[in-house]
């Protein structure tokens, strides 16, 4: 079935997007054309049929013409898109289109979708609770049935995340799969585009679509020939799976911890809730009940993930968040007395206070003097946590043999969690990150999956794989699906199952 | 660290914060610092057997970071270019009749 906003549908979406608030700004209601499909020649019959006719919605970072893009933020409140993003053309040409534009975290900054400074979102499955983030608008749309999937961007977790507190599909592909071209910078060197969707084999159509070189961004390729198939790899094959313990990551963290009010914090923060723990040893159950061969796992350089990860993120940010000036791009000031005040007039008004206080870390680490004892030093270990995934799960230039074809782990030690003074706090939810930055540190593939749901609400688990193997993480995913097949929150009716089998 | 440590950053930075701000800002800001200090113990590893985080470094170098100071138009696009320009009314610089 094609788009059909006919009055059920609209009653519908209304309706869930009264309680969550995930879209900026949507065209629910109106009569929207599905584009001729113009690339039905390069993408497998198998992924048009998931997309050709069907609606989409897209992060408020990643440009659509016409379309706001906000990112989230009062500095571009009233700012359009001249131009579409690649990976949206890419959909559109298969003929997707676009729904809405999606809340997120201040430029892409947070893991609640608290951040954004337009509005909050909520989460499906509970409304007191966030959708996470940063792309939580685009998660909790696809969890209440509103699309069957939607682009984000995930940085440092900000697609798996919300995808595993909403209980949806999240894909952040291998960096460099898909063009960038048309997704506001915050962390040039670590953020792709990535994938929300309602099922696996979605989120595989998705990827067919978008993955590929784009001559507009020079970090893109195509996929090696030697990297496993997306579509008709061999089917059935039971998989070597590494489980990554997060009692041991959490015991490392607790060793340096000693003296450190902050060190003491990230500690705590890395304890998985006992729902998560749950849902993660029945997730490495079922797998096993699967057939997939599961061995521990354990990746010593991953207890300095974070800090490198927030010293190289915010130091990319307060680069590539220089542009917002109000010259280039930005809500200008009425007045300034010279050039200096204008800039320095509209950032103050236009950021958050979580944009400014990364902006000030990565000023920061960056200064003279200092470089050496952060930003040099988060490389170095950047390095070396790429290394030590790689001696697991084998090159990008796939020279050399795997021991695991993937590896296990969870999204975030808990679920979506409250607001209010029970909530994490700002610190303890940039230290919870351990788990999914590390991927995006090491530019590997990875995936998120709902594994059950505890106590009302979803657990995700993620897999991370080699370079160029997103076909090996969604095999095992679907496999699961297969067999457990993923839940939805009260009140989501399925619009989005059947699909078009004829061309437009 | 100090509160002028922060001010002096927020300035090249180009954020105009209050004092107020920057006071609010601080303690997280303090937090991130000393989370970001663990990294130190990295450096310790790298006389590993393995070759440790050292040897396996591929990093940028020192060199090419930007001088840690205003950028050069700072000067030339305020004050002196505005000194020589007209006479102001209010918000408008009044142009001579030249011909």
């Known amino acids: 079935m094609g788009y059909n906003p006919d009055k059920d549908f609209v009653q519908y979406a209304q309706a869930w997007e009264e309680k969550i608030q995930a879209f900026i700004e949507w065209r629910i209601g109106e009569e929207l054309l599905p584009a001729p499909v113009t690339a039905a020649g390069n993408i497998p019959e198998e992924a048009r049929t998931q997309i050709a006719g069907l609606p989409f919605a897209v992060k408020d970072n990643i440009a659509v013409r016409d379309l706001p893009l906000t990112c989230g933020s009062k500095l571009l409140e009233h700012f359009r898109s001249p131009y579409s993003a690649a990976v949206v053309r890419a959909l559109e040409a298969a003929g997707g289109f676009v729904l809405g534009k999606t809340n997120l975290d201040e430029f892409g900054m947070g893991s609640s979708t608290d951040n954004s400074a337009l509005k909050k979102t909520n989460n499906p499955w509970g409304i007191d609770r966030v959708a996470g983030g940063s792309s939580g608008g685009s998660a909790a749309a696809v969890a209440a049935g509103i699309v069957p999937y939607a682009l984000g961007t995930d940085t440092g977790g900000s697609v798996r995340q919300p995808a595993a507190f909403c209980g949806v599909v999240g894909l952040k592909p291998t960096y460099g799969a898909v063009s960038r071209l048309g997704l506001v910078a915050y962390a040039s060197s670590l953020e792709s585009a990535g994938i929300l969707a309602d099922t696996t084999e979605r989120c595989r159509a998705v990827f067919a679509c978008i993955r590929g070189r784009d001559p507009q961004d020079e970090t893109s390729h195509e996929t090696p020939e030697a990297a496993p198939a997306l579509y008709h790899a061999e089917t059935g094959r039971a998989k070597k799976i590494g489980v990554l313990s997060p009692e041991a990551i959490a015991r490392a963290l607790a060793a340096d911890a000693t003296g450190s009010e902050a060190l003491e914090i990230a500690v705590q923060a890395s304890i998985l809730e006992d729902e998560v723990r749950r849902g993660f040893e029945l997730a490495q159950e079922r797998l096993a009940g699967l057939g997939h061969t599961l061995a521990p796992v354990e990746i010593p350089s991953l207890k300095y993930g974070v800090p490198a990860y927030y010293t190289i993120a915010t130091a990319e940010a307060s680069a590539n968040l220089a542009r917002f000036d109000s010259i280039r791009y930005g809500a200008r000031p009425d007045w300034a007395k010279n050039p200096e005040e204008l800039i320095d007039k509209a950032r103050d008004a236009g950021f958050g206070a979580e944009v400014k206080l990364r902006i000030l870390l990565g000023t920061f680490v960056l200064r003279s003097g200092f470089q050496d004892r952060y930003y040099l030093r988060a490389q170095r270990i950047r390095a070396a946590l790429r290394r030590d995934f790689e001696s697991l799960l084998g090159d990008s230039g796939y020279t050399d043999t795997a021991k695991f074809d993937a590896l296990l782990m969870p999204v975030f030690p808990s679920r979506a969690f409250g607001r209010g003074p029970s909530s994490l706090s700002a610190f303890a939810q940039k230290a919870a990150d351990l788990y999914t930055c590390c991927a995006n540190l090491a530019g590997l593939p990875a995936l998120a999956f709902p594994a059950s749901v505890e106590g009302g609400l979803p657990v995700g688990v993620q897999l991370m794989g080699r370079a160029w193997a997103e076909g090996t993480l969604l095999d095992i995913a679907e496999g699961y699906e297969q067999a457990f097949p993923f839940p939805h929150p009260e009140g989501f009716q399925a619009f989005w199952r059947q699909v078009c089998t004829k061309p437009l | ?99």
Do not use: C, W
């Open chain 2, 1 to 99: 660290m100090e509160i002028r440590d922060l001010q002096e950053t927020a300035a090249l930075a180009h954020l105009l914060m209050s004092e107020q701000e920057l006071r609010e800002a601080f303690p997280a800001f303090e937090e991130m610092l000393s989370f970001f200090a663990v990294m130190q113990a990295a450096d310790a590893q790298s006389g590993d057997a393995d070759g440790g985080m050292a040897a396996s470094s591929r990093v940028v170098n020192a060199g090419y970071f930007r001088p840690d100071a205003a950028p050069p138009a700072r000067e030339d696009l305020s004050e002196d270019m505005l000194t020589k320009a007209g006479e102001r009314d209010e918000r408008f610089i009044t142009i001579p009749n030249v011909l």
